[in-house]
């Protein structure tokens, strides 16, 4: 006999628990067993008198017996009915402040969200606005169902298992994770699918924020591998990392440059940072290509790419199957950054066609060039990523902009990094202040984020801590969004405003093969005569 444990969705401030009963079905041909349970939440009032919609519809499918069936996001021990309904009745079971990841600290405890509104804490937050229906809807996300952190100081969960595509299971799904101690499983609550398309695909995806261990290339490379495995836990089919994440920004770092003159120091500091980055190919990107495959997911990371004595600002993308797709350099680095890292060119601006969709990636502040941008809508990117360190509230208007612009999904991962996080003084020192800050003092205070193609934010912005923020992406909602709006379509004018991309790579020094020499000497003796 098999059985199936039915338990309905909950959310922080509702009402009741809607807990469904528990059936027990005899199997005797099949080992597999389940039921879905639907809930449908109503919308909520928060303390400051805010109304947004909640997600309608939510399942739980789990607690089967065959491991090729199971979903890639749940777990693999199966909690008893009676933890599960413990964990949906505590204050704290569901939506408290995302879980840390390793080395970072929430600074604060986990509450719910209009108590969190309206605390001195949030007033001060960089989530906080005059409006403060927008300030509890800013600091209710991520500890909402659209977020989902965890510890990952425990082993990495067990691999993602079959990768099938999560609408196959359902619409809507809630997922179980894992707990980072105990025997206990966590439920994640995830953005799901309103299902109003039955036709679109669901692409499951994950943000990472988290910092880089500055100057130490293979423990980046280790901590990323965690952030994989709790990502793949999930069921992500898609893991977006941060700007550099594998070597590191240099927040405040000036490498002794003064007009006219570079320090002694200066030029250590570049050779240690130049020291920390890695080559495309390398070893360090075959690892990350094997992790890819490991794990089964897409991934998309951001590297300090060193070609020659020169460094790149780059965006590395790898397939589930373990394949170095391609990369992406910087196009424009924004103010001191020209002095470290190189130019790319139009080469590097591929958008590439996935079974998930068409994924693409810009730098930071190159997503604020409108040509750029539009070059990607042309190219028919649907899941738009845009790494970044910047960190400030206005990003959060760049990015929901781009998604209503382009009429797609954008995913936007930022560093959370503490001083802690960058060597001690004076082996590195930020050069653009007084005083230096203590070891707990925010450098970059994170505010990863992922929307809709309507606007709408499915999870975050986050500036509580290192924390992965997952969401379920409905394709469907690229044709409705561009059906009001197609900026390289139905709503272009070619005939008036027009765009040019030269795509050939640029390079300082060029050779002309043999062959190029005669061929390009019987043409020029042919138009002599």
């Not at 004595?309 to 350099?329: A, I, M, Q, S």
């Not at 809508?377 to 781009?402: L, N, R």
């Not at 001083?419 to 004076?426: A, E, L, M, N, T």
């Amino acid at each position: 006999m098999s059985d199936a444990y039915i338990v309905t969705a909950h959310y922080p401030s509702t009402i009741s628990y809607c807990l469904s009963a528990l059936f027990l079905l005899p199997s005797a041909i099949s080992t597999l067993s389940f039921y879905i349970a639907f809930s449908i939440l109503p919308d909520r009032s928060d303390a400051d008198g805010g109304r947004f919609q909640l997600v309608q519809k939510r399942v739980i499918l789990y607690c089967w017996k065959n491991p090729d069936l199971r979903l890639p996001s749940c777990g693999r021990r199966r909690p008893s009915p009676f933890s599960l309904i413990n964990r949906l009745t505590k204050p704290d079971g569901w939506g408290g402040a995302p879980r840390p990841l390793p080395g970072s600290s929430s600074p604060r405890p986990p509450s719910s969200p209009s108590a969190r509104a309206s605390s001195p804490t949030a007033s001060t937050s960089p989530t906080s606005t005059s409006n403060p229906s927008a300030r509890a809807r800013s600091l209710a996300t991520s500890s909402s169902a659209t977020t989902s952190a965890r510890s990952t100081t425990s082993s990495p969960p067990p691999g993602p298992g079959p990768t099938r595509p999560i609408a196959q299971y359902s619409e809507t799904m809630a997922a179980l994770a894992p707990a980072s101690s105990g025997g206990e499983s966590v439920i994640a609550e995830v953005e799901m699918n309103a299902g109003t398309d039955q036709d679109a695909g669901t692409v499951r995806v994950t943000v990472v924020q988290a910092a880089s261990v500055f100057y130490d290339t293979p423990a980046t490379l280790d901590k990323a591998e965690k952030l994989m495995a709790e990502a793949a836990g999930y069921g992500s089919q898609l893991v977006l990392f941060p700007e550099v994440f594998i070597g590191g920004y240099p927040h405040g770092a000036t490498f002794g440059l003064v007009v006219g003159n570079r320090t002694a120091k200066g030029k250590e500091d570049f050779r240690k940072y130049h020291a920390s980055a890695v080559d495309v190919p390398g070893p360090e990107v075959s690892r990350l290509a094997a992790l890819a495959g490991k794990y089964k997911i897409f991934l998309v990371i951001g590297v300090v790419e060193r070609s020659g004595y020169t460094l790149y600002n780059t965006v590395l993308t790898f397939d589930p199957l373990g394949k170095y797709l391609g990369k992406h350099r910087k196009l424009m680095p924004t103010a001191l950054e020209r002095v470290f890292w190189g130019f790319g060119d139009g080469s590097t601006i591929p958008v590439y066609d996935t079974p998930l969709g068409k994924i693409g990636a810009l730098i930071c502040w190159e997503n604020r060039m409108p040509l750029l941008r539009t070059a990607m809508y042309a190219k028919g990117v649907q899941i738009y990523c845009a790494p970044t360190v910047d960190c400030v509230t206005s990003w959060q208007a760049s990015v929901t902009h781009i998604a209503l612009e382009g009429g797609c999904f954008v995913l936007s991962a930022v560093p959370f990094t503490r001083r802690k996080d960058y060597p001690p003084p004076p082996e590195y020192t930020f050069g653009s202040l007084e005083e230096e800050p203590s070891p707990e003092s925010v450098v970059c205070c994170g505010g990863s984020v992922i929307i809709s193609p309507s606007g709408t934010v499915l999870a975050g912005p986050n500036y509580e801590g290192e924390a992965l923020l997952t969401a379920d992406l409905d394709l469907g909602e690229i044709v409705r969004a561009k059906f009001d709006f197609d900026v390289v379509g139905h709503y272009s004018r070619p005939e008036v405003l027009s765009l040019v991309v030269n795509t050939d790579p640029k390079s300082a020094v060029s050779f002309a093969s043999d062959a190029e020499k005669t061929f390009a000497g019987k043409r020029d003796d042919v138009s002599k005569t």
